[in-house]
């Protein structure tokens, strides 16, 4: 048993191992033939307050870290947020306690913050 065992992993190793030659013609992935060096960009987030958190940008609960750069699109601002433990009921009628977290990606374009995505997750305790 162990013959046929190691037969088949040796087999599956030099099968593996092609000596075909590769077609110089053949279309290669775009990231391999890109030259990252010419577009490269720094960009450093610095961290702000809650209080310089634009007023048009409104935030569910309570802020925890607040981050804002620019790329070479626009101006950027990460928000995270939690909600406390609160009581809560669901629509079935169990009472229990609710909290979340909360990440916010804002971009601002033509003057006015958009949102590009948000994450949140929440957790419900239920009594024992």
């Known amino acids: 048993m162990k013959i046929f065992i190691s037969t088949c992993v040796a087999t599956l190793l030099f099968s593996c191992n092609s000596s075909s030659t590769k077609n110089p013609d053949q279309a290669m992935d775009d990231t391999a033939r890109m030259d990252n060096s010419a577009n490269a960009v720094t960009i450093a987030a ?4 809650a209080a310089e958190i634009p007023a048009s940008i409104k935030v569910n609960g309570i802020v925890q870290e607040t981050w804002k750069w620019n790329d070479n699109l626009r101006e950027n ?15 079935n009628g169990e009472e229990g306690q609710s909290a979340e977290v909360n990440a916010f990606h804002y971009a601002k374009k033509d003057g006015d913050y958009t949102q590009i995505w948000m994450m949140n997750d929440a957790e419900k305790i239920l009594p024992c």
């Open 77 to 91: 601002i990460l928000i995270t947020s939690y909600v406390a433990p609160h009581d809560d009921k669901s629509k």
């Open 46 to 49: 610095v961290k702000i307050t």
